[in-house]
């Protein structure tokens, strides 16, 4: 979604149940409706998948993927096995029920698309 105008910049539709592959696809309609890769894309855990982020970790763009689903316990990841997924942004580990903001989220208060 642009930051600015709130619209929709890329979607996709595929018959797979998980969307942890889908990352790379998604990027590349943003760049193709777009113009340019996005400086920052929000997924939700769906998303989430430690070969990807590796794949994409010098894309230039800043994956912010939430790690767990709200109501359910919190996943914890060993970094040794998982440094990707460990470098994301403090906001995808928040505590349940609680909503960080501003400067105690790390990340903007309205997301950036592009």
Known sequence: MDDAAHIIVAAELT??????????TMLQAVQVNLGE?????LADTGYRSEQ??????????????A???EGKKQLQFDPS???????MPPSCKAIRGRRPTGDE??????????
Do not use: I, M
């Open 37 to 41: 890769r996005p400086k920052q894309a």
């Open 52 to 65: 990807v982020f590796h794949a994409l970790s010098d894309c230039g763009t800043e994956w912010v993927v």
């Open 67 to 69: 790690l767990g689903r």
């Open 81 to 87: 096995k998982y440094p990707c997924t460990a470098k």
């Open 15 to 24: 018959n797979n149940a998980s969307d942890a592959g889908e990352l790379p």
């Open 105 to 114: 989220s790390g990340l903007p208060s309205r997301p950036t698309a592009g």
